[in-house]
């Protein structure tokens, strides 16, 4: 999702601000749960997580797509809640492809602008544009075509390019790790609902608040081993299927002794 930031004489501010925003379904089930999160004018803001942790469904509530149940989202100042998806001027783009199968790939394109009632020959201009920078230009007069696999790590680069040309807001829902750490501006980890941790790429990688995000942002991809903590003389081991491993004496700081 990107709120629209287009009117720069309005000098309209697209910062999205999240005070503990609850997703609660019929039955009780929650998908999101108190999340907070100030995104910041121009910010490319990364959600990631496995799938079900959440992170499609905080897009769709700032998009308006699905109802908030508790909390408050402001874009900019405004409270949004109420207001109309039309009415939040945010651009979103979905995984899946909501096309029409009877119409070209031309048509497809502009089927939002004649909406509008934007002039032809700019409908013209701007399609032509996105197939460009789609690479897909030769595909217009053709029906419906999906594009191929191998254009997504092609594809990274150009939103990355076009983020910068808007200059708007960007908010990019991924479980691709690799995406998210080379796109963000900052990354939120998501796991069950709950943020886990909001950082750079740089800081997620070398200070994970915990093992899940240690886990699911490692790359190569991390292993993880059972083991008990047991004091070795005036040293501290760790102990698993008859092989023991000594603390290096900066890590054995003096808490460690409460859990031996």
Not at 116 to 134: F, Q, S
Not at 167 to 188: L, P, S, W
Request: glycine fraction near 6%; charge should be negative; charged fraction near 25%.
């Amino acid at each position: 999702a990107a709120p629209n930031h287009h009117y720069q004489e309005e000098k309209l501010m697209a910062s999205v601000t999240l005070k503990n925003v609850y997703k609660i379904y019929a039955g009780g089930v929650t998908a999101v749960t108190d999340f907070c999160l100030d995104i910041e004018d121009k910010e490319f803001i990364i959600l990631v997580g496995p799938s079900g942790c959440g992170k499609s469904t905080t897009l769709r509530m700032i998009a308006g797509l699905e109802e908030i149940s508790k909390g408050e989202l402001y874009i900019g100042d405004q409270l949004a809640n109420d207001v109309a998806p039309k009415d939040r001027d945010i651009a979103m783009v979905f995984q899946n492809y909501a096309l029409y199968p009877h119409m070209t790939v031309y048509d497809n394109m502009a089927f939002g602008l004649k909406l509008r009632k934007t002039p032809k020959d700019e409908i013209k201009r701007r399609v032509e544009e996105a197939a460009r920078i789609l690479d897909i230009s030769h595909l217009l007069d053709e029906p419906l075509s999906n594009l191929d696999a191998k254009l997504r790590a092609q594809m990274r680069t150009e939103i990355a390019k076009l983020h910068k040309r808007l200059g708007t807001t960007f908010i990019y829902v991924t479980h691709d790790q690799t995406e998210a750490m080379t796109m963000g501006d900052r990354i939120v980890v998501m796991k069950d609902g709950f943020i886990q941790q909001v950082d750079t790429p740089q800081n997620l990688y070398d200070l994970p608040v915990n093992e899940f995000v240690a886990g699911f942002m490692g790359s190569p991809q991390m292993n993880f081993v059972d083991a008990t903590l047991v004091k070795d003389g005036a040293e501290y081991a760790l102990t698993f299927g008859g092989t023991k491993v000594k603390i290096p004496a900066k890590k054995a700081n003096a808490e460690i002794a409460n859990y031996v």
